[in-house]
């Protein structure tokens, strides 16, 4: 069974080598595949460089910065490739603990989905300032109560798919580029019937580096939730009619 993460990087030159290390001693088999932007820091010439010490990480260059949900489409299809049979999504910044891998590598072989969740029993946030705490939990209560759905995390980026959940998504029309990609991805698993199942962990803030939110990503994320039963009012669940 070959588990890849898949990790977007721009500007993780201080992660970079930590989070890589801290991956690659989990010793649980899984790959990592960067993708970076052409991070202007050097992020990308030290992931090559990981990449030529270690046969288990694997690096995407893009040519320029386009977003988080654009890293996420390529370093999926590269992972499939690969033959990848569970892709992770993980941010590098260590909000996502690595050391939640391998309770995620177990729960996925009884789900299709496992989003490691910060809004239920066991989860939570560390060290985030009140502002962020209500932006988070205020996008999660928007979509719920926009689109019905019944994640309580919809905008978590720490998750796990199974290579079959992966295949089946129609990825052309996905089309939100910044964070929204994770609330549009939660709808649609949801809306194709899949097992999804969210997995406790506790995200703490940045150590180092700068956040990539912006105002712009918020306002794109708010426009896209708002249309999501309109634009896939056409999808059914998997195995539906058969
Ligand atoms: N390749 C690529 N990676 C990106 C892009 N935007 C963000 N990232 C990476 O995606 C991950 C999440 O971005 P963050 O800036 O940490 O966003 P966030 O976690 O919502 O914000 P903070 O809580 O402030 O850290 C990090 O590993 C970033 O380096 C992008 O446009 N392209
Ligand atoms: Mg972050």
């Known amino acids: 069974m070959l588990p890849v993460i898949v990790m977007p990087t721009y500007n993780e030159i201080e992660n970079m080598e930590k989070i890589a290390r801290e991956i690659l001693a989990l010793d649980c088999g899984a790959r ?52 990848a049979d569970y892709i992770f999504e993980m941010d590098a910044d260590f909000s996502h603990d690595p050391r939640y891998v391998p309770q995620m590598l177990s729960a996925i072989e009884h ?26 939990r205020g996008a999660s209560a928007y979509t719920r109560l926009l689109t019905h759905v019944k994640v309580h995390d919809t905008t978590s980026g720490f998750r796990c798919y199974r290579r079959d959940a992966l295949e089946r998504i129609d990825f052309s029309r996905v089309s939100a580029s910044g964070y929204g990609f994770q609330v549009e991805m939660t709808y649609v698993c949801e809306r194709m019937g899949f097992d999804i199942f969210e997995l406790p962990i506790i995200f703490t803030d940045r150590r180092v580096g700068q956040s990539k939110m912006s105002k712009d990503i918020m306002w794109e994320a708010m426009w896209m939730v708002a249309g999501l039963k309109k634009k896939y009012g056409d999808l059914r669940p998997v195995g539906d009619g058969l």
Request: charged residues 25%.
């Open 111 to 136: 789900h299709e989905i496992v989003i490691g969740s910060r809004y239920v029993a066991g989860g939570g946030t560390r060290n985030w300032s009140i502002i962020r705490k209500f932006i988070s």
């Open 32 to 83: 990592l595949l960067i993708v970076d932007d052409n991070s202007p820091d050097g992020t990308g010439e030290e992931a090559d460089r990981l990449a030529s010490e270690s046969e288990m990480v694997y690096v995407e260059h893009r040519a320029a910065k386009q977003g988080l949900g654009t890293a996420y489409k390529h370093g999926f299809q590269v992972a499939l490739g690969m033959g």
